[in-house]
């Protein structure tokens, strides 16, 4: 059980991984600035994929309050909507999940709780898609 549930983490961990990488960067007017952040996000994560697959507690909790403490930087908040910040509180709140797993040598609720980032790495990249986009076609003339 607890092979199949590592697997099922990995399999997403690295789907979500390589599709990060592939993905345009959600602000045209400064993918400078955050390109830098996404690719120390997608390591973090990778790092917590890599601990979780090995059970290494202390890099499990170290990244996972890492990749929390990212999301408070100034380059992260590309956008200011209250769904964009929800998303971000989301986001932090999964990282917290890892930490405190960690903490508990809780392997199973780690898991977890990395399928549950990797979710909300999805969702926000999403909207911020999409609100993006949305902005570009109101701004034509």
Request: hydrophobic share 40%; charged share 25%.
């Amino acid at each position: 059980m607890k092979r199949r549930l590592i697997g099922l983490v990995a399999l997403i961990g690295f789907g979500a991984c390589s599709w990060q990488l592939s993905a345009d960067p959600p602000v045209q007017t400064s993918p400078n600035r955050l390109k830098p952040i996404m690719h120390h996000k997608l390591e973090l994560s990778k790092n917590i994929l890599e601990a979780l697959a090995i059970e290494d507690f202390e890099k499990l909790g170290r990244n996972a309050q890492d990749l929390s403490l990212l999301s408070l930087e100034s380059g992260w908040n590309i956008l200011t909507t209250a769904e964009y910040i929800e998303q971000s509180k989301d986001f932090r709140r999964a990282c917290n999940v890892i930490h405190e797993a960690a903490h508990e040598k809780n392997i199973d609720r780690a898991a977890l709780g990395f399928v549950s980032l990797t979710a909300r790495c999805v969702e926000c990249h999403k909207y911020v898609r999409k609100t993006t986009q949305t902005r570009k076609v109101e701004s034509q003339p």
